[in-house]
T-cell receptor, first 111, second 115 residues
Framework: NAGVTQTPKFQVLKTGQSMTLQCAQD?????MSWYRQDPGMGLRLIHY???????DQGEVPNGYNVSRSTTEDFPLRLLSAAPSQTSVYFC??????????FGPGTRLLVL | AQSVTQLDSQVPVFEEAPVELRCNYS??????LFWYVQYPNQGLQLLLK??????LVKGINGFEAEFNKSQTSFHLRKPSVHISDTAEYFC?????????????FGKGTLLTVNP
């Protein structure tokens, strides 16, 4: 049981580039979400999904896209990277609505 | 809408001293409450949670928290800390019921345990 996995661990982008952060879970959880963590800000919800084919916006969705074609995968797409998107990104999953299990994170630097 | 306030951004303590990390929340619905811990350069790990029942909740590594509905608080305590407890601690609230699927985090408290 790998739990929640995220790739890549580190990424450097130039302003305007696009990329996809990968997230996968092998626990058959229905609920998955993406957060960003910035110093002094805690974790803020970007997007979430309550099942395959269903996604919704969180607190800070601008500049990000998500899709959920399978239960296992929940990729986060940056459409046109900006320096303000420099952050640590965490994916989480849950079999119930409330107890979430977090991946190890992706550190993103946008120059 | 719901929100979480962690009253201290940093808490320095000496090893073997007791510690309390304070958390207050606001919500218009019943809530589930959580404490997560993040060690340096790692993801978040669930420390403990309150869903219902006894208001005193025990978690991993000797931590406990008490849910106080009248004061809308969920403070985290440990009677004797170790160097290894140095980490950032996050309080979080989940509004139960309805279509509220959002876990809202506080801004975190950095606990530093000194020898």
């Amino acid at each position: 049981n790998a739990g929640v996995t995220q790739t890549p661990k580190f990424q450097v982008l130039k302003t305007g580039q696009s990329m996809t952060l990968q997230c996968a879970q092998d626990m058959n959880h229905e609920y998955m979400s993406w957060y960003r963590q910035d110093p002094g800000m805690g974790l803020r919800l970007i997007h979430y999904s309550v099942g395959a084919g269903i996604t919704d916006q969180g607190e800070v969705p601008n500049g990000y896209n998500v899709s959920r074609s399978t239960t296992e995968d929940f990729p986060l797409r940056l459409l046109s990277a900006a320096p303000s998107q420099t952050s640590v990104y965490f994916c989480a999953s849950s079999d119930r609505q409330e107890t979430q299990y977090f991946g190890p994170g992706t550190r993103l630097l946008v120059l | 809408a719901q929100s979480v306030t962690q009253l201290d951004s940093q808490v320095p303590v000496f090893e073997e001293a007791p510690v309390e990390l304070r958390c207050n929340y606001s919500s218009s619905v019943s809530v589930y409450l959580f404490w997560y811990v993040q060690y340096p350069n790692q993801g978040l790990q669930l420390l403990l949670k309150y869903l219902s029942g006894s208001t005193l909740v025990k978690g991993i590594n000797g931590f406990e928290a008490e849910f106080n509905k009248s004061q809308t608080s969920f403070h985290l305590r440990k009677p004797s800390v170790h160097i290894s407890d140095t980490a950032e601690y996050f309080c979080a609230v989940w509004g139960s019921g309805g279509s509220n699927y959002k876990l809202t985090f506080g801004k975190g408290t950095l606990l530093t345990v000194n020898p």
